[in-house]
Each structure stands twice: as structure tokens, then as C-alpha cells.
């Protein structure tokens, strides 16, 4: 008898184990999902107040130079466009974008919401280069607009980051864009209406290159990020599709208009959800690789830009591309292996080579670029960190085309040098507007091969 009650103790303490090791990954399960489905929306905002410190909000700033290896407010930032961007808080009205005719300049003005979706684009791909006036309302506008506005841009959100591009050839062309950037304005629809134009401010890329954000959200104490992810969902609400995932943490009292404090949570909640943070940091890393690479090497995304429920992948997107757009507009294949599975290294030299009839299906054009295994630009001898269709390349006798990646200056000829760091790195494909053959696959971007010292 007694040896049957100790059976039956020692059943339910084993049993009582489980139910609290189940309890607490439950939790730590929740507290991830709401850390994930956050993220985006306090990376954007941290974004936005490093940003307007400097050029103020509802008012366009335009780079006047590429970034470089000290530049660290965007990961994978490029060296193909200027940028020309505002911070737009459309809860004090809507705003009028002017765009002068762009001639044949490829560019593109995406509209992203304060979830990191673009909900619309205007530019070539999608409107044309012809000149362009353009509202953009938020959720709440009843008003009316005035007909000879060209197109209205409805924002699910009042805060909206306008992120253009305009197509720029090298340092030398940049004079040519500016010449487009000085006709831009972006100004109150009140102030339009009446013929006042507000032009944007030039200034150089560089001016925060320091600010690592990614790096202050992850810092962010457990409290601290909740309590912003509380606040901001106050004035950029959920969508209604979001329901069902905003309820599986709700109890944690992470929610809009919910009051969110460590210390009014259980011992077993509050345990989860700090140690949940931690693992969801490297889940958001391991989100953006879990697409295994191709036989090429090649990790391929076509699906960017707007992301619907798909929390793990927008936040990966958010913390290592803050600012993609979607994939009509653009792709970006990214490789970190070589023909051989191997991850690239600054030790060996590699190749990669397109046949005559196989080089990258571009309506505009294409770009590689190498990054550090942080996404960030590598110094180097020759100030070169993409070589493209634009750059002046080198073809073979039979029109193909050969990009050396190395750390050591070729031998022979440097032209088509794509520089290395000593060490790892990462190497992104630009194509902007992707050609039909892209979508189906009927085109394969080619492996990188390992070779000797050109």
C-alpha cells in the first residue's frame, strides 16, 4: 500500500513537471510572438526619431552622396540610388508629393506604413517618369482633394516613411539627380492648395552614419520595449488580420491600450517573457536564413514588401533590409556560399560568371554588392563596394562577363574587382524591375566559383 501511494506521489510531482515545463514554454512561445509580431513597428519608430532629430518630420531630405563602410543606420544599404525620403505624420493632414518628370531615370517613390509594408508605390514601374502631383491621406481623411491632383495614396497608418530612390550612375551623375531633387517638394494640402511649394533640404547620407538602431532595439530592456510596442500600437493600430496573434499574448498584457509591467505578471510569465526576448533576436536572424539557398548558392525572396501574417519573415526583413521594396520593383538574391556550399571567405578568390545571353533580365538595371556578415559595407583600396551594368565593365570575346571577388587586387585587371574583406562576407544581387524570366525561373543566377589569384 505504501509503495502503491508513493507510485501515485511520484506520478503527479512528474506529472506537475511537465504541466509547468509545457506552462512556461508556452510562454516563452507568447512572449517571442509578441516580440516578433513588435519589432517592426519599434525598429521603425526608433528609425523615425533618429531621422526627423535631424531633418524634422513632413519635410523631404535628399542624400547628396552614397554611403559608405562607416554608414550605420540601414543594413544593406546601396550605391545604385539617391535617396529621398520624409517622415510623414499624416494625422495633422494629408501631404502633396511633386515629382518632376524624370526623362528616362528609372525611380520609384514607395510608401511604407508604420508595420514596414509598402502599401503603394509611384515611379516608372508602376505610374511612369512623367510629372506627377500626389496626396497621401491617412486612415482617418474624409476631405475632399482637388481634381487636378494626379493620384491619392491612402495610408492604413498615420505615420508613413516615404523612401524614394532615383537611379544614379556613379558619383559623377549624382549632379544630374540633384538637378530632379531641387523640382521635389512635399507640402501640407492646405499649403497647395493656395500654390506654395515646399522644397526639400539636401544633405549628405553621412550625417548619422553612426546610428546603429538595430543595435539600440536589441539593447532595449525587456520593459522598455514592451511598453514603447504598447504605446505605438495605441496611435498605429493592428490591422484586422492580426487579431488572432495580437490575442495569444494579450494575457501578458502586451497589447494596444493595454498597461504592460514585468511586475504585475506571475513569476513564470515574467521569467518566460524575459528570456524570450533573448531567443527571439536570434529567431528573427534565423527567420531571414531559414530559406535554404538554391543549388547556385543563392538565397532568393520574392514575396518582399508587404508581408500580411507572415511576422517572422517581416521582422527578419525589418532588422537586415529595413526599407525593401517589393519585389516588382526589386529583388535581392543574396549568397553567402560558393558553388561548393562553402561560406565565402577573404582567404580564397572566387568568379562569377554570366554567358553573353545570360546576364541579369532587368527592365532599369542590376548591381552586386559585398557586405560584412552584418550587412554593412567593407572598406576598401578602391572605394568600391558594387560593380554593375552601369560601372564600366570588362566582356569577354564572346560577350560574357566575368566579376572577380577577392580581397587581393587582381593580378591582371581590376575592372571587374568586386573588393573582399580579409575575413567572411555576404554578397547581395540588385535587379531593379525583374524581367518575366526572373519570376518563373527560367533564369538561374549563376554560382560564385572558387579559383586562383587573377
Known amino acids: 500500500m505504501k509503495l502503491a501511494k508513493k507510485y501515485v506521489w511520484t506520478s503527479f510531482i512528474i506529472l506537475g513537471l511537465i504541466g509547468l515545463?509545457?506552462?512556461?514554454?508556452?510562454?516563452?512561445?507568447?512572449?517571442?510572438?509578441?516580440?516578433?509580431?513588435?519589432y517592426p513597428l519599434v525598429l521603425m519608430d526608433e528609425t523615425r526619431k533618429e531621422t526627423i532629430a535631424h531633418i524634422g518630420?513632413?519635410?523631404l531630405s535628399h542624400s547628396i552622396n552614397f554611403p559608405n563602410s562607416d554608414f550605420r543606420l540601414l543594413a544593406r544599404p546601396n550605391v545604385d540610388t539617391l535617396y529621398s525620403t520624409a517622415w510623414l505624420d499624416l494625422s495633422q493632414g494629408p501631404l502633396v508629393v511633386s515629382m518632376p518628370d524624370t526623362g528616362d531615370r528609372y525611380y520609384v517613390l514607395p510608401f511604407m506604413d508604420a508595420w514596414t509594408n509598402v502599401f503603394a508605390r509611384r515611379g516608372t514601374n508602376e505610374t511612369g517618369n512623367t510629372a506627377q502631383e500626389i496626396a497621401i491621406v491617412g486612415p482617418e481623411f474624409k476631405g475632399d482633394i482637388p481634381a487636378h491632383i494626379d493620384s491619392v495614396v491612402k495610408s492604413p497608418t498615420n505615420m508613413v516613411w516615404l523612401i524614394g530612390r532615383i537611379q544614379t550612375n556613379s558619383a559623377a551623375d549624382v549632379i544630374n539627380v540633384a538637378k530632379i531633387q531641387e523640382k521635389m517638394s512635399l507640402t501640407p494640402l492646405d499649403k497647395w492648395r493656395i500654390g506654395e511649394r515646399y522644397k526639400g533640404e539636401a544633405r549628405s547620407l553621412m550625417d548619422n552614419a553612426q546610428s546603429d538602431v538595430s543595435k539600440w532595439v536589441d539593447d532595449m530592456s525587456v520593459g522598455t520595449f514592451f511598453v514603447k510596442m504598447n504605446?505605438?500600437?495605441?496611435?498605429?493600430?493592428?490591422?484586422?488580420?492580426?487579431?488572432?496573434?495580437?490575442?495569444?499574448?494579450?494575457?501578458l498584457n502586451i497589447g494596444p491600450n493595454m498597461n504592460f509591467r514585468l511586475d504585475s505578471l506571475n513569476i513564470i510569465e515574467r521569467w518566460a517573457v524575459q528570456k524570450s526576448v533573448a531567443l527571439t533576436i536570434e529567431k528573427i536572424t534565423q527567420a531571414v536564413n531559414a530559406k535554404e539557398a538554391n543549388k547556385q548558392g543563392w538565397n532568393i525572396m520574392r514575396n518582399l514588401g508587404t508581408y500580411g501574417t507572415d511576422y517572422k519573415l517581416r521582422a527578419g526583413i525589418a532588422r537586415f533590409g529595413l526599407g525593401a521594396l517589393p519585389s516588382v520593383e526589386a529583388v535581392y538574391p543574396s549568397s553567402s556560399v560558393d558553388s561548393s556550399g562553402q561560406p565565402y571567405h577573404g582567404k580564397n578568390n572566387y568568379v562569377l560568371h554570366f554567358e553573353a545571353n545570360e546576364l541579369p533580365p532587368v527592365n532599369a538595371f542590376w548591381s552586386l554588392s559585398m557586405y560584412n556578415q552584418d550587412g554593412f559595407f567593407i572598406d576598401n583600396e578602391i572605394d568600391r563596394y558594387a560593380i554593375g551594368d552601369r560601372s564600366e565593365l570588362k566582356f569577354n570575346q564572346d560577350g560574357s562577363l566575368d566579376i572577380y571577388i577577392q580581397h587581393k587586387k587582381p593580378l591582371y585587371d581590376s575592372v571587374n574587382w568586386l573588393p573582399a574583406p580579409s575575413n567572411k562576407f555576404n554578397l547581395l544581387l540588385r535587379l531593379y524591375i525583374p524581367k518575366k524570366v526572373f519570376f518563373n525561373e527560367s533564369w538561374h543566377i549563376p554560382a560564385v566559383r572558387q579559383i586562383e589569384n587573377q
Open 231 to 251: 504605446a505605438l500600437m495605441e496611435k498605429q493600430p493592428p490591422f484586422a488580420e492580426d487579431v488572432s496573434e495580437l490575442n495569444k499574448f494579450s494575457h
Open 57 to 59: 518630420s513632413n519635410r
Open 21 to 38: 515545463g509545457k506552462t512556461v514554454l508556452d510562454e516563452i512561445k507568447m512572449g517571442s510572438s509578441a516580440y516578433l509580431f513588435g
